[in-house]
Structure formats: C-alpha cells, structure tokens
C-alpha cells in the first residue's frame, strides 16, 4: 500500500511542480495577468512558489515512503 | 434517534434524486435556447439547495450511526472516512478541472476537450465538495466531535505549540512575530498535535468556506442579478481559494506520508492506543 500511496504523491507532486512552473513563468510572459495589472502578476508569482515549493516537500516525503527512510 | 436520522437521510437522498430528475427534465425540454455550457451553469444553480440539504440530512446519518462516545483504539469513525474519502473525490474532480478553467485563460490555451465538459466535470466536483461541507460540520455538531477546534482562550498555547514543533528556522522567526512563548505549551494532549488544530483545520476551514461561499456567488448569477464588482470580487476570491486548496492538498500528503498510521487509521478507522475523536 505504502508504494502505490507514495508513487501516486510523487505523480501529485510532479504536476504540481509543472503547474507552479507554468504560474512563475506565466507571471512574466502572458499577456492576460499583463493586462490585468501588477496585482495578478505577484498572485501568479506568489501562487506558484508556494505550490512549487510544497510540491517539491510532497515528492521528497513520497521518495522517503518508497525507500522506506525514516520522515 | 437512529431510526429518525436514518429516516431524514431517506428523504433528503429522495428530494435531492427527485429534483435532479425534475430539473434534468426541464433543462432537457428545448424550451430554452440554452447551449450545452449555460445550461450545465443552470442546472449546478438550481440543485444547489438540495445537494446541500442532502448533506445536512446525511450528516445527521452519520451522527446517529456513531454516537457521541469514544470508542477505544479507533482514530476516526466509519461516517468521517466515509466524508473524508468523498471529499477526497470531490477535490480530485473539482480541483484540475477549476485550475485548467483558469490557467487556459492565463496561457490563452485550449484543450482538444470541449470546454462545458470541463465544467461539467468541475460542477460534480463542486456539488460533492458542498455536500461535504454541509455534512462535515452537522456530524460534528451532532456528535461534539470538537477535538480539531481550538477551545475558547487557547489560542496563544496552540499556536505557541505549533510554532515549537516547527523545523526552528521557521518556528522561531514565527512565535517572535507572534510574541509567543514556546517553552508555555505542553505537549499536546488528546488525539491531535499543535499542527493540526492551530494551522492544519483552520486553514482547510477557512479555504473550503471561501472557495464554497464565492462559488456560490458565481452559481447565484443564473438564477438572479449579481451586482459586476460582487461577482467580480467573487470570481477573484474563488481563484485564491482554489489555489489555497491546491496548496492544501500537498500540505496534507506531505504531513500524513510522514505519519503513515494516519493514513492507515483513515482507510480502517483503527489506530493502536487511540481513542475515536472525528
């Protein structure tokens, strides 16, 4: 059970990680939070650093339930 | 009280299936000239009420089915797995889908999906996750499972709990801001830690209430004028919880792949040396 759980966060944690990525870069480049002001843009860029950053903390537990490391 | 509450869970289960059928019968009649997209916006409208009176009727259901007394080496009760696991689909549902709605519009992208049934999908999420909340907070009141609320002058001593079992680098900077005293809070008693009474629920409160009231707003809009900056603000506060929740949910695997009994005690309810407290 354990690994199914664990493999199933990493995917959960991977498109996540994909999602604050295109958040962060969407912050920048896109047109639409552009338009819609600096507010958008530092939601979209707050947004995807905390998303990113607790995706990345979901994967290293996932990994640490696989290989059966202590939390 | 068995007997009664599984009675109101009978007739709130007919009224909310009668009214789908009713309602599904007049959206499918041709009479307006509705698209598929705002006939879907529509029919979530309209079955709102229900999916929610559905919910209170149920909670009550499971109340009657657990009782209010601790049973011992259970953690969690069959009534919050079953609400846990549903809310759980609820999310799974509700949540990629409401993230595409709102990234497709970022990034100017569209999927080969038609868009209403992305909605369509978003809108049996949403109707689960509000039969949830409708049915969390019954069994609870039902039942005086109120282990995860912080009683009434504890504030300072959870937060000052939270803040000590914290990595330090994070804890210290946060009960200085706070001006609290780590060393005042003992260890925490009962069945949940500092964690999850002083940040973990409040903040699943607090986003499932935001996500849930402005999704409301959005929904009221086709059954009744909104006013522009009202929906407008709506719209807005919905995409913050959305990403509150998708926060959330990381936050909640994270913590719980790190305590697996946790995850266990929610699949079989048991947990060696607990007693049941939701």
Redesign the interface.
Known sequence: MRPLAAVLGLLWAALNVVLAAVFLVSAFIATTPQHEGILAQIALLLGGALVGAFGVLLAMQSWKLITGRPA | MKAVAALAALVGAAVAVVAYVVISEQQSSGVQPWSNELSDNVFFARTIPFVLGAGIAFGMLGAAMTGSRPTPGRRFSGATIFGHWLITIGFVLALPTG?WQY?G????KELPLRLYLIYRVHYVGAAIVLFCVAYFPVYWWQTGHYGLVVPRGQWKRHLAGFARDLPPRIGRPLARALRLDPSSAPPAEGDFTYYETAFSFPTWAFALALISLTGLIKALRYLMPVPGPILWGASTLHV?AM?LL??K???H??YV????PL?AAMTTGRQPGKTEAA
């Open positions: 993230v990234l519009g970022i990034i100017d913050a990403v998708v926060w949910v990381l936050d695997l994270r792949f790190g305590r697996w995850v």
